[in-house]
């Protein structure tokens, strides 16, 4: 198995699923959902194997698979994994066959089309976690725009043009600048002393640029992260394509969409340009806290239940990068556990909006209350979830907080405290939610009338439920495959910041063994910086604020 290509094999089963559904009459509906649903779950059990073979103590890139692409301009087929980017995948492949199966109902018009969109949206966001060479990254990172845009615009709500067009336009003008910046890294690894020109990023580590340089292309990179992402004041486009997006859009918008942005931080900017990481983290760590008390409270005002949503994931995400810009191993575990657990538990918020939303046709809270008598089973659905998603010890959301306050707490107890305190509104905006639509007196006549979920509806949510209550009781497996990869990132972030001052050197480039025998194929660690501990970390952080 060493040396079968598992990481394509994953990213372009759904393309086959493409293939396969032109050849099915528009007229089976039935028989283009079952099999759309089939390859969805197949690539999800072929992902499986790529968390079995994975070595959890090995630092750098495993299952690597390198092809000459554009030979002429030095742009590759360059694809791996390591810890950071796996759970990114399996969550990619696990959340797309929950959103297939969510929307046997919701879509009654051009399902085969639906469909393919679906597919391909699926392709082009694995390919965006995988992909090591710049060129291709942005070839996958603008490609999945198209089949979002056309979900959006054409199954979505009334406004759905308008919020079409605002979630393309901003993610077009981020992937402008990334562009931008990609090119001129192009050339400045080029013109370097014993350089080449090419797009591999593992060897674009090894470039040692000035601050100023580093600044430039840092704020090119992160701006298009942050639209992704979104941070606040980038976020105006969120709520809007939430709202108007199909239930399954809305799961696969929050759950998976959204991590590429903090991803494309941790892949790109932090270990690219980490004299300018630490220059702007204070900025970052701010504009993080500000999202986070901004979602929240404005959470707690919103009357639609997919805003409400909506808007609880400005200030998740705010803890993502909060935990990111720690720069300590606590804070990146945790903010990356946090991008898993904001997918699994926003995702189901979004699927039970949905399951309410076919049975009332709104989702004004106002229009509901009492629900838990009339319907106990969706009632209880809805309260695990609802729990998860405030961090309950116990659930998962608990965890990826908790770490990333730990971690936060260790730099900066000012930051750690302002984002604990925000931990309470998320209590209160969830809870309120929660009462005013379930508990209290049945006040509308077609409340009483409504019907509990069905099968279908029960085998949608269990999975992502089972996933919440094993992250919360037992994280141990989720935080030991982002171990090894996170101390690795930090050693590159904080290498120059060692006894001889910001300018110490350049951290040693990551290179391809390819390794022959038992085993994925994986890159060298032999050469890479030092795993350092969580302590000798932290104080080189507090050394160099």
Known sequence: MSNFPLISTVVFLPLLGVALLLLVDRRREAAIKHLTFAVS???????????????????????VERKPWIAGLGVQYFVGVDGISLLLVLLTTFLTAIAILSSYTAITTSVKEYMICML???????????????????????GMLIPMYFLIGVWGGPRRIYATIKFFLYTMAGGVLMLVGIIALYYLNGGRPGGEYTFDLLKMYGLDLPLRTQVWLFLAFAVAFAIKVPMFPFHTWLPDAHVEAPTAGSVILAGVLLKM???GFLRFALPLFPEATRYFTPLFSWLAIIGILYGALVSMVQPDLKKLVAYSSVSHLGFVMLGIFALTIQGVEGGILQMIN??????????????????????????F???????????AFFLIVTLSSIGLPGLNGFVGEF????GTFR??????????SCVILAAVYMLWMFQRVMFGKVTHEANRRLTDLTAREVAVLVPVLLFIVWIGIYPRPFLATTEASVKQLLAQVHIRYRADGPR????????ESGKAGMGPRVMDASREPRAESREELTATAKRHP
Request: net charge neutral; hydrophobic share 55%.
């Open 369 to 379: 209350g009492g629900l838990a008598r009339v319907i106990p089973v969706f009632t």
């Open 504 to 511: 110490g050197g350049t951290p040693p480039i990551p290179t």
């Open 41 to 63: 779950v197949l690539t999800f059990l072929v992902s499986l194997l790529l968390y079995r073979g994975f070595q959890l103590n090995v630092p750098g890139m495993q299952f």
């Open 403 to 406: 770490l990333i306050l730990v």
């Open 120 to 142: 391909l949206l699926e392709t082009g966001m694995l390919g965006v976690f995988v992909a090591l060479d710049l060129v291709l990254f942005y070839v996958f990172w603008e």
């Open 261 to 263: 942005g903090t991803y």
């Open 342 to 367: 904001h997918g699994l538990s926003t995702g189901a918020l979004f699927l039970i909006v949905g399951m309410i939303y076919e049975r009332r046709h709104t989702r004004m809270i106002e229009d």
């Open 411 to 420: 730099v900066n107890v000012l930051y750690a405290v302002l984002a604990t």
